[in-house]
């Protein structure tokens, strides 16, 4: 009856379709437009936090090239190591249209998936990851995030898809779900993600705890 999705998935992955902007607003608009009339399926307000890509350095590295932001980063891209997955590798919209927009590419790339791209990061075998902004490693690790100042990434905001015939079956379903709109942001995913993936806490009760403390339950 219902599951959460994240906006930038929408478009691409049920629809077939090139996200053309990445002004979260705009997205949000297509993306809830498309689910009710393709499938009558009702997107909420986000849940509030972006679990999109962003680039992660560690901090000394980060302050020896001063690198802030995404610009900054791509200006001395050509002297960094890359580890990214191949996902990231090959999709036509993340490092291939970001070496073409900047017009300069990394010294070196590696495919690296999930952990161990992180662990690379940390052994000094790579200089730069890309990551989501979720991770739980990022805090645990204590890296920088760069600045996507240009708005290079698309938003991948987390909303509640719900099926119509269920909100006109349980309408008092509405404000209940509208009680975690804007709840949490990037820092509050990474560190209940911690509680789970680096605590090995059950997601169930990591989630009646952050419920409890919100006064939700």
Known sequence: DMYVEYTGSILPNYLHQKIETTDPQEVYDQA???????YNLQLSQPLGF????????????????????????????????????VNFAQREDCLPLMEKTFGT????VNGLEGAIRYNALAS????????????ALIEKQGLTLIEDDIHFFPPYYAANVVRQETLDKFPELEPV???MEGLFDEQTMRSLNSKVDIDGIDAKDVAHEFLVEKGLI
Do not use: W
């Open 124 to 135: 000094n075998e790579v200089d730069v990851i890309d990551a989501f902004s979720t991770d």
């Open 50 to 85: 972006n679990n999109t890509y962003v680039m992660a350095m560690k901090p000394d590295v980060a302050e020896k090239y001063n690198i802030h932001t995404l610009s900054e980063l791509m200006k001395v891209s050509d002297q960094l190591r890359l580890g990214c997955t």
């Open 105 to 108: 590419s990394f010294q070196s």
């Open 177 to 179: 779900l509208a009680k």
């Open 32 to 38: 809830s437009k498309a689910m009710k009339d393709n």
